[in-house]
């Protein structure tokens, strides 16, 4: 036991609480009391304290090295892994666009190459699911916010499942009043997953009744209907299916990465992460998500996002969508360069600009891109940036050092998916850049964008979209041609309200009957039961 007296004991208190505070241990008046004897004090385990919480202090500090090592790996394995992936679909969606292109496939075949397509979009939007993850588990997940026309992303969207309505005998409704704004600015694109997100949900758990799709302004604090227009506002989505449902159990995990609900285990799809990765985009957004769902009664999700107002000449202008068949007369001959150590990469470039064109030259790696460049002096260079030998990195910074390079325009056409990586390769001096897989758009648009290239379309019948053929003339009369027992059969499945029961019916009836039968499917197909049922008249 250390004795002192009273003259000193202040003076190393006083030194003892300093070192405490300053090692960030606690002052721990119970492990120093008097003793029996006069002006002597026990100081007991204070060092023993100070070992304690510095070896806690450092075992969290490793643990946290720890763990951002490990997130660093998983986030470098995910980039490697998206960009292997994404280079064989820039391959495969590529050059079935490319044959979609062709007027010679017949149908059948042109089919075929419309569910290539989709399913090689269904693969890249599971990829893209996942690197989403990884970077809002990073914090590295940003908003690329643009002014657009929210009418029109919404009517794609509602056009996008229509079809699928549709095949599926269900009702498909978009509702909103013209309180909702026009143009708006966010991210249109992350807006876009997140409806698709909640409708391939609603559609994959739903087998009979409908999906609505229900959007309207919501009143901020302080804001009333005839106040002046703020610049930010704030709107609310909902999307209510009729189908399975959830138990109130399940709503609790239900935005958790990689968990699925009991009836998405028995269907076997999806990755868990759609509703994860909506949520957090919503709030990326400036708003939330939430949830209610009855089991056998149906499910609602509602989100609310903060978009900020603005006007049709905000946005950018669009470019025609018809087909680019050749280019404008009395135009440059202008030479592109295409850089990619894959064949196939290369192969798909000069397949889809050859037919226009351009003059082309291919190299494998920077090092041969430089040497073309050099005596060939392309206006273009199209520059994958991942190549042995030597990269595009490298190649741009050599062509862009010289005051030639500076008039020649480089577009990086990788499969990086990294925004950070982004601004990288246009800090190098790319004038541009495209992200495998890409489609044919994107390849045009910068061209047009970059050198002022004009292009001819393929010419449309009219000018406007065509008017619908009009609809045959259902009367009572119109019916009495179909045999008294399928009029029966057809009149008690539209008591029951059986949709499928209804279409097969008339599958029956569409041979002879072509025009009735179609006729007769638009009425079930909009859930028209009760004038089916006057038609009918039995």
């Known amino acids: 036991m250390a004795q002192i007296n009273a003259n000193t004991r202040t003076t190393i208190i006083l030194g003892l609480i300093t070192l405490m505070i300053a090692t960030g241990v606690g002052i721990i008046t119970a492990r120093s009391f ?4 006069q002006n002597t004090y026990r100081f007991v385990g204070i060092a023993e304290d100070i070992t304690d919480r510095k070896q806690i202090e450092l075992a969290l500090t490793e643990a946290k090295d720890a763990a951002e090592t490990a997130n660093r790996a998983k986030s470098t394995f995910l980039a490697n892994m998206s960009h292997e992936l994404r280079t064989p679909l820039n391959a495969i969606m590529g050059f079935t666009q490319l044959m979609q292109r062709s007027s010679t496939f017949p149908a059948d075949y042109q089919e075929n190459l419309q569910i290539i397509y989709r399913s090689s979009e269904h693969l890249l939007t599971l990829i893209n699911q996942v690197l989403d993850l990884s970077k809002i588990e990073a914090g590295r997940i940003t908003l690329n916010q643009t ?36 143009y708006v600015q966010t991210d249109a694109g992350k807006l876009r997953q997140v409806l698709i997100n909640l409708l391939s949900n609603a559609f994959k758990f739903t087998q009979e009744g409908g999906i609505s799709v229900r959007v309207a302004r919501g009143i901020d604090v302080g804001e009333t209907p005839t106040a002046n227009q703020p610049d930010e506002i704030t709107l609310q989505f909902e999307i209510e299916d009729t189908g399975a449902g959830m138990a109130a159990a399940e709503l609790e995990t239900i935005f958790d990465a990689f968990i699925q609900s009991q009836t998405g285990k028995q269907h076997q799809e999806g990755t868990g992460l759609g509703l994860s990765i909506s949520r957090e985009f919503a709030r990326l957004m400036g708003g939330d998500m939430t949830v209610a769902s009855q089991v056998e009664q149906g499910t609602v999700f509602r989100f609310e996002i903060r978009v900020k107002l603005a006007d049709a000449s905000q946005v950018p202008s669009q470019h ?47 090092k041969d891109a430089i040497a073309i460049w050099q005596n060939w002096q392309p206006h273009l260079i199209f520059m994958d940036m991942r190549m042995p030998i030597m990269d595009g990195y490298e190649a741009t910074q050599r062509i862009k050092a010289t005051t030639q390079g500076q008039a020649t325009v480089i577009i990086a056409v990788t499969a990086s998916t990294l925004d950070s990586e982004k601004a990288v390769i246009l800090s190098m001096g ?70 499928d029961l209804m279409l097969s019916l008339i599958e029956q009836i569409r041979t002879p009957h072509q025009s009735l039968a179609n006729a007769l499917a638009e009425l079930t197909n909009r859930f028209e039961l009760e004038k089916l049922l006057t038609l009918i008249g039995l």
């Open 147 to 182: 002014v657009f026309d929210l009418y029109a992303l919404l009517h794609d969207v509602e056009t996008l499942f229509q079809i699928k309505a549709r095949d599926k005998g269900l009702q498909l409704l978009f509702d909103y009043s013209d309180q909702v704004p026009q």
């Open 320 to 366: 025609p969508q018809q087909r680019i068949i050749a280019l404008e007369p009395n135009q440059p001959c202008d030479r592109i360069l295409i850089v990619d150590d894959r064949v196939d990469n290369r192969q798909l470039l000069i397949q889809l600009l050859n037919p226009l064109g351009f003059l082309l030259k291919e190299a494998t790696n920077g």
């Open 34 to 37: 008097p003793v029996p004897h």
């Open 430 to 499: 790319c004038d541009g850049f495209i992200r495998k897989p890409f489609r044919d758009r994107e390849i045009f648009d910068a061209i047009h964008h970059h050198l002022g290239v004009n292009y001819i379309y393929e010419q449309t019948t009219a000018s406007t979209p065509p008017s619908p053929t009009p609809a045959y003339s259902l009367t009572p009369d119109s019916l009495a041609v179909l045999p008294a027992e399928w009029l029966q059969a057809f009149h008690q499945a539209t008591m029951l309200g059986d949709i």
